[in-house]
């Protein structure tokens, strides 16, 4: 079955086929705004194609890790070395490994079948892009608003 209807809130054409919406694409999440410009277009990147391919999404996502790994001043020849260089809380280091595990297993093929069809492909690339976000959040969303608030306290001790 195929299904053409106008959106009655923004007019935009919507094609269904067997009751599933196959246009527009579904894209992700947006990214922090804490997160460093230099990740920020690769993070969108993944977003605008999570529905369309998991695999690609977790290996940008990988890309987008060593960014902000980068950025935070991580140390070493290898992603797992930068990562260990930032002396990140125990649960954040589990999820920076995790993302840089199937962000290499879907580059380099392994245990995930990264398939569009499989729902936990496409719960893997959602929890990463999320984790990557609150990674953001983390390194750089706390010094940010540590400055902010020190700013107005000393504007308001002056």
Same mark, same amino acid.
């Given at each position: 079955? @195929?299904?053409?209807?106008?959106? %009655?809130?923004?007019?935009?054409? %919507?094609?269904?086929?067997?009751?599933?919406t196959?246009y +527009?694409?579904?894209?992700?999440? %947006? +990214?922090?705004?804490?997160?460093?410009?230099?990740a %920020? $277009?690769?993070?969108?990147?993944?977003?605008?194609?999570?529905?369309?391919? +998991?695999?690609?999404t977790?290996? @940008?996502?990988?890309?987008? @890790?060593?960014?902000? #790994?980068?950025?935070?001043g991580?140390?070493?020849?290898?992603?797992a070395k930068? !990562? /260990?260089?930032?002396?990140l809380? +125990?649960?954040l280091?589990?999820?920076?490994?995790?993302?840089?595990?199937?962000?290499?297993?879907?580059?380099?093929?392994?245990? !995930?079948?990264?398939?569009?069809?499989?729902?936990?492909?496409?719960?893997?690339?959602g #929890? @990463?892009?999320?984790? !990557?976000?609150?990674? $953001?959040? /983390? !390194?750089?969303?706390?010094? #940010?608003?540590?400055?902010?608030?020190?700013?107005?306290?000393? $504007?308001a001790?002056?």
């Open positions: 079955r @195929l299904c053409l209807w106008q959106c %009655v809130h923004c007019n935009g054409y %919507v094609l269904e086929i067997d009751g599933e196959v +527009p694409i579904e894209s992700g999440i %947006v +990214p922090s705004q804490y997160m460093p410009e230099s %920020v $277009a690769i993070f969108c990147e993944a977003q605008s194609i999570i529905n369309l391919s +998991p695999r690609a977790c290996a @940008l996502l990988r890309s987008c @890790l060593e960014c902000i #790994a980068q950025e935070a991580g140390q070493g020849t290898s992603l930068k !990562i /260990e260089s930032l002396c809380s +125990p649960g280091l589990r999820l920076a490994d995790l993302c840089r595990i199937y962000g290499n297993d879907a580059v380099h093929g392994g245990q !995930i079948d990264f398939t569009v069809s499989n729902k936990e492909a496409l719960a893997i690339a #929890a @990463l892009s999320s984790f !990557i976000n609150h990674l $953001a959040d /983390e !390194i750089f969303g706390t010094e #940010a608003i540590a400055r902010e608030l020190e700013e107005k306290i000393t $504007a001790h002056s």
